[in-house]
Nanobody, 122 residues
Framework: QVQLVESGGGLVPAGGSVRVSCAASGRTFGRYAMGWFRQAPGKEREFVAAISWTGGSTYYADSVKGRFTISRDNAKNTVYLQMNSLKPEDTAVYYC???????????????WGQGTQVTVSS
């Protein structure tokens, strides 16, 4: 099992940027794909981005493509989500999770973190 802790969220003006991080415990972090998801109030959790264990493959939801970038540093056991050109509709709790591969299916992921709130003001 991998333990995940997200950080870096906060209040950001529309058009602004923020980077959230996900720190993982465990020496096998580098063997797993990782995903970022988000959940807004009253909505289901949705896929945002995923990255392969090497970092060589990335996938994005259409709603964030071109604005968000997922990356990882296996030496630091950390995966990042750089969010640019933020919109009020990006407001949500952002979660990271471990995946068997770079799938976009929420139920394929496990070992979820506690989430970090990102609020985009208009």
């Amino acid at each position: 099992q991998v333990q995940l802790v997200e950080s870096g969220g906060g209040l950001v003006p529309a058009g602004g940027s923020v980077r959230v991080s996900c720190a993982a415990s465990g020496r096998t972090f580098g063997r797993y794909a990782m995903g970022w998801f988000r959940q807004a109030p009253g909505k289901e959790r949705e896929f945002v981005a995923a990255i392969s264990w090497t970092g060589g493959s990335t996938y994005y939801a259409d709603s964030v493509k071109g604005r968000f970038t997922i990356s990882r540093d296996n030496a630091k056991n950390t995966v990042y989500l750089q969010m640019n050109s933020l919109k009020p509709e990006d407001t949500a709790v952002y979660y990271c999770a471990v995946g068997p591969y770079t799938t976009t299916t929420t139920t394929d992921y496990r070992d979820w973190g506690q989430g970090t709130q990102v609020t985009v003001s208009s």
